[in-house]
């Protein structure tokens, strides 16, 4: 099934060039369309529950095959974060059609509602900022602090308004006032509440690996194809140590991210391994990006030619759902857990 | 990303994890009675043939060969986690490590049936070291330009001139697996007409000459063979085949966990630093020095995957030495950047002489078993360049 639905995705976004993200653009609706119209967009999701049935490696591949493509549709959000989180906390999943976004920074605070809607309404205080397709998702998975306990709320964001704000590759990363909004929600542990931002992290890292291995493909293209003193870039030995450095990244990374989602899909907790992910798929940008453009010469330093597409969502995709260093502090503290000379088998645990 | 360069994931079996612990609750007991320290980098440097025995009792060498070898018959895997708990502990490995590693395989796939059966049962207890004979004075990472020539005498007999540097332990080794032009160079055919043959250092004619490092300590050496004659019987393989035989063993000298863990015992004691400070910058260099080994770690079980699997991984190898000993050398400055310890082998504290050890190695790292240069030109060549 999985070649089959990577097939499929890819035959759409032949059909859909990346383009540059705009106020007035800020997402390829026409993409999302077809992607629900094929049922795309519930990969992952079980039927009875709306979706198109499937396994979380399924959605998986079609996230990282829409990263590579740089396609402009929230569906790393409702495949890998948001969706799961709903049913997962036993809340009315919207249909999957409709783009769902998840803002699990902790800003917004939560009251539980004691008027007779029972327990699962809550009324949400503050503002989600930050927040990935604001303005373009309709709901809006929001992880809230109550005076209980962390609390998974579901909101309808249809129509709300927004503040304009997009990260470096023109993604939708406004803010949303939710002052007052009555919304349904559950009670979540503390450690699923951990386990949700980690998704979210595994999430980018799933993103930023395919993405990255993109750029490696691009550039190696590139320098098979541009003659410069009489023949491609790739002859020449510099460039050549530069092309095999970004292979050594982008491979370390894949390795990692790849084992991260199956060790979740063993069932094993996310945490340290979306944060490991998280923190190398991040820690690769750098010289990938760079050494990319670098070979790419000024024309990949232009909006004509497509590398920008992928290298702006790079080097925003490593500074969210938790920054490297905020990730990193983590994966740190975790590893630490029980005492430092028990190191060696923390990290053996990992993963 | 091409198939060249990508392998199959893998998940640890329960026999790895089994041994994994053994081999654990074994470390931490020898640790306790004082019969070693931790040291960084002790796979070249820690040569105890006493611990070496005692892993060969336990039958954690030569454990993926036939038992007929004195072999344990288990998988890679098993192995890897042999390897990686004795790296991360920093046990001194060396004496065995060369002929664990790459010397019995060699062994197993090009060796008569009478060599392998006098060696292979030696290295498999833990009593019987090799070293590499590949580069020369004039040879580093061109090693079709090797001068070392070996002649056939008149009763069969080999007779070798020339010398060896770099040899890690020649002066504690019994044999030297040695890579000599056996036909003249031909310039148009530059990997023709070498071979490889196995010598016993204790042959008239040898002499073994220490080379110090940085640190003053003494691993390296040069190997001189003046007139040496070794029997005929100890080609290894076939005469002329020795640069395919030298590439595929270069596979498993370039695949393992050493080449990113051997500046782990620095991390380990950095860790101690974090765990008392909890300091958020230092918690946050050691996740991304964690998260990196973590990456290394995926990518050499795989490898270990690929050798259960039958298949001879050169590629990924070259790759993985490349961005894991990039990773050992920037473990120091990660550590030296987040801390405020100068780096001494004098120092009181524990981090200060990790830190030195560690630095005063740090140009090995890069350099042995292919220099980074040369191993990017083979991910190069897995990427379709050249």
């Known amino acids: 099934m999985r070649d089959l639905v990577v097939a499929t995705v890819r035959d759409i976004l032949a059909a859909h060039e990346p383009f540059v993200l705009t106020r007035e653009r800020p997402w390829d609706s026409g993409l999302w369309a077809e992607l629900a119209e094929a049922g795309l967009t519930g990969v992952g999701i079980p039927e009875e529950a709306g979706g198109s049935g499937g396994e979380l490696a399924d959605a998986v591949a079609i996230v990282a095959t829409l990263a590579a493509g740089a396609a402009a549709v929230p569906v790393a959000e409702q495949l890998l974060v948001a969706a799961p989180a709903v049913l997962a906390a036993d809340l009315d999943l919207p249909a999957p059609d409709e783009p769902l976004s998840a803002a699990v920074d902790g800003a917004v605070t939560a009251e539980p509602r004691d008027d007779g809607d029972g327990p699962g309404s809550w009324t949400l205080i503050g503002t989600a900022t930050d927040v990935a397709w604001a303005g373009v998702a309709q709901h809006l998975v929001v992880l809230a602090g109550s005076p209980v306990g962390p609390v998974l709320a579901l909101v309808d964001v249809a129509g709300r308004e927004t503040t304009h704000a997009a990260n470096l590759a023109g993604e939708p990363r406004g803010s949303l006032v939710l002052q007052g909004v009555t919304a349904a929600g559950a009670l979540l542990t503390e450690r699923q509440a951990d386990e949700l931002r980690a998704r979210y992290a595994l999430a980018r890292a799933v993103q930023l690996s395919a993405a990255l291995e993109q750029v490696l493909a691009w550039t190696v293209q590139y320098a098979g194809e541009r003659q410069q003193f009489g023949r491609p870039l790739g002859k020449f030995q510099a460039v050549q140590m530069q092309l095999a450095e970004m292979a050594g990244e982008v491979t370390a990374v894949a390795a990692l991210v790849d084992s991260a989602v199956q060790a979740i899909e063993r069932g094993d907790s996310p945490v340290l391994a979306a944060a490991a992910a998280k923190v190398r798929a991040g820690s690769a940008v750098e010289v990938v990006a760079r050494l990319a453009h670098q070979v790419h010469g000024a024309i990949g330093f232009t909006q004509e030619h497509r590398l920008h597409h992928l290298t702006r969502r790079c080097w925003s995709w490593r500074d969210e759902a938790g920054t490297e260093t905020a990730w990193a502090r983590v994966l740190g503290a975790g590893l630490l857990a029980d005492g430092p000379d028990a190191l060696w088998p923390a990290l053996t645990r990992v993963l | ?386």
Not at chain 2, 110 to 134: D, H
Not at chain 2, 275 to 290: N, Y
Not at chain 2, 299 to 319: N, T, V, Y
Not at chain 2, 324 to 330: I, V, Y
């Open chain 2, 1 to 386: 990303m091409p198939s060249t360069l990508t392998l199959a994931p893998v998940v640890p079996s329960a026999a790895a994890e089994q041994v994994r612990a053994e081999v654990r609750e074994f470390l931490a007991a020898e640790l306790a009675a004082g019969t070693f320290t931790t040291h960084v980098d002790t796979w070249l440097s820690g040569v105890d043939p006493a611990f070496s025995r005692k892993l060969g009792e336990r039958g954690w060498l030569g454990m993926t060969w036939p038992r007929r070898y004195g072999g344990h018959e288990r998988t890679a895997m098993e192995r890897y986690a042999v390897t990686e708990e004795l790296l991360a502990a920093g046990a001194p490995v060396a004496a065995h490590w060369i002929a664990d590693r790459q010397s019995g395989p060699n062994l197993l796939r090009y060796g008569t049936e009478a060599q392998r059966a006098e060696i292979l049962p030696r290295i498999a207890a833990g009593e019987c070291y090799f070293v590499i004979g590949m580069s020369e004075p004039d040879s580093g990472s061109d090693l079709a330009s090797i001068r070392t020539r070996a002649t056939r005498n008149g009763d069969g007999d080999w007779v070798v001139n020339g010398a060896k540097v770099w040899t890690s332990n020649a002066h504690t080794s019994h044999y030297a697996i040695t890579l000599v032009r056996t036909s003249p160079a031909d310039p148009a055919h530059r990997h023709a007409g070498l071979s490889q043959l196995l010598v016993d250092l204790s042959l008239p004619g040898i002499t073994v000459n220490p080379i110090r490092i940085l640190d003053g300590g003494h691993h390296f050496n040069e190997v001189v063979f003046d007139d040496v004659v070794v029997p005929g019987d100890m080609l290894l393989g076939e005469e002329g085949n020795g640069w395919h035989q030298v590439t595929a063993e270069l596979a498993f000298e370039r695949s393992g966990p050493e080449r990113f863990l051997s500046t782990y015992p620095l991390i380990a004691e950095f860790a101690r630093r974090v765990a008392d400070s909890g300091d958020p910058a230092q918690l946050a260099t050691l996740g991304r020095v964690s998260a990196r080994l973590l990456a290394l770690r995926q990518l050499s079980l795989r490898i270990a995957g690929a050798l259960d699997r039958g298949e001879l991984p050169d590629i990924p190898a070259a790759l993985v030495k490349d961005v894991g000993t990039t990773f050992e050398a920037d473990v120091i400055d990660e550590v030296r950047r987040a801390v405020d310890v100068p780096a001494s082998l004098d120092s009181p504290d524990p981090l200060g002489r990790a830190l030195a050890e560690a630095q005063l190695h740090a140009p090995g790292y890069t350099l042995r078993g292919g220099t980074n240069e040369i191993l990017r030109g083979i991910v190069a060549r897995g990427l379709g360049l050249r």
